[in-house]
């Protein structure tokens, strides 16, 4: 009985908690005022518009929801005299401006309301003071509603002589970016620095063992810098986000091949089997991958500060060319000696019947990315080699301009000694 009796009465209070206030343009001719309330499928029957000669009290139910809002004119309207339209879209809004008011209003209102904006496509573009007038009152409502009371006029024309907006915009922007390359640059030197110095104590030390110890090092290389090893190429999976983010520009295929791809190598195949790494296989692995990132990561600092150092450039883009192949030969030699082991071992492997009823062959997985390692080495390589023949043109460009520029400070020398000596 409650809710029969009363039912309406709670739905109306519930649609008003709900109300939201709708976008409103307006516009204005000499006689009148017009207002687009933009509102979707607007329902005629649950309209409320309320005026008085300086306010309007507007409500209507649609598909966003309730929809209200409320204005204090700046002057008076006939609230005997108005229009209104409903579209799919938006209401359109007609109110006669009071008799003694029938003139160019200099605003609408002197509320602060960020949701009602001045309709400029309804003004006659020629009419550059109008819209220009139109404008100003949007950005002192804009002002007032960030900011509070705005300052006299006096005091705005004192702050706009010494600031150039349009200047003072682009000298924040680049500010921002500034801010922002700096930040970038700052991370991206740590990080290649702090990698750069990983992989040469890495591969300093392995060397230095072997030196030192022999054979016996090769075989134990692993179990002693192993750790180092791993570390590093976990840390190298934030490449994967440097990329992803647009951080760097390395593509997103190939930082994933890579870095994934070595993660597989290192971590299934050769931390899980003593006996592989225990190799001599492993031992140039650990070399070879070293020897790449010890030469990658200084090439990247030296990119990230637009540095012209050639001969980093030329051992980034030739070192590869003995590297990669030794790295993914090594990579497939590994994975196929694991292949063998695993199937007698049964390590990693999920055989049914279990509770998830989920089956896993760790060696046929090893099979599927020793293929994916042979298939992705020749993508590598022959991304490698389009990568090296479009920067050893470049380099060969460089040269070529610090030739000419070198020739030309000879030829200045000359010349100024010359001159020198017709003045003694």
């Not at 008799?99 to 002197?110: A, F, G, H, I, N």
């Not at 992803?244 to 931390?271: E, N, S, Y």
Request: proline share 3%; charged share 25%.
């Amino acid at each position: 009985g409650i809710n029969a009796e009363y039912g309406h009465y709670f739905k109306r209070i519930n649609l008003r908690k709900m109300a939201t206030t709708p976008n409103v343009k307006w516009f204005q001719k000499e006689s009148y005022i017009g207002l687009f309330v933009e509102v979707t499928d607007a329902k005629k029957e649950t309209l409320h518009l309320k005026l008085t000669e300086k306010t309007i009290s507007f409500g209507v139910d649609c598909s966003g929801g309730r929809k209200e809002f409320s204005i204090n004119f700046h002057k008076k309207i006939n609230p005997d005299k108005y229009s209104q339209k409903i579209k799919e879209r938006r209401i359109k809004i007609i109110l006669s401006k009071a008799d003694d008011c029938q003139e160019e209003w200099p605003r609408l209102t002197t509320d602060k309301s960020r949701w009602l904006k001045f309709d400029v496509d309804s003004v006659d573009l020629t009419d550059e003071e109008t819209i220009a007038t139109r404008k100003l009152e949007d950005a002192r409502r804009k002002l007032e509603a960030e900011h509070g009371p705005i300052p006299d006029d006096a005091k705005i024309q004192r702050i706009s002589e010494m600031l150039n907006v349009d200047e003072l915009s682009r000298d924040i922007d680049e500010a921002e970016r500034e801010m922002y390359d700096m930040l970038r640059n700052s991370y991206l030197s740590i990080y290649n620095g702090v990698m750069g110095i990983a992989y040469f104590y890495l591969l300093f030390m392995s060397v230095l063992r072997v030196s030192l110890a022999g054979k016996a090092a090769v075989l134990t290389n692993y179990a002693v810098m192993g750790w180092l090893l791993k570390s590093a190429q976990q840390t190298a999976f934030l490449e994967v986000i440097h990329s992803a983010t647009g951080l760097t520009k390395a593509p997103l295929g190939a930082t994933v091949m890579q870095v994934f791809g070595r993660a597989v190598v290192l971590f299934a195949v050769i931390d899980g089997e003593e006996e592989l790494q225990s190799s001599a296989t492993c031992y140039i692995l650990m070399l070879a991958w070293s020897a790449i990132e010890v030469i990658r990561y200084p090439f990247y600092i030296v990119q990230i500060f637009g540095w012209y150092f050639p001969k980093v450039t030329w051992a980034r883009y030739n070192a590869w060319i003995p590297l990669y192949p030794t790295g993914i030969a090594c990579e497939a030699l590994l994975t196929y000696w694991c292949i063998g082991i695993v199937s007698e071992s049964g390590r990693l492997t999920v055989s049914l019947p279990n509770v998830l009823n989920f089956a896993f062959d760790f060696s046929l997985y090893l099979q599927l990315h020793l293929t994916l390692i042979c298939i992705g080495g020749v993508t590598l390589l022959h991304y490698m080699a389009t990568q090296r023949s479009k920067a050893m043109r470049k380099l060969a460009k460089m040269v070529s301009y610090a030739e000419v520029a070198a020739r030309e400070q000879d030829l200045i020398k000359i010349r100024q000694k010359r001159e020198s000596k017709k003045l003694k």
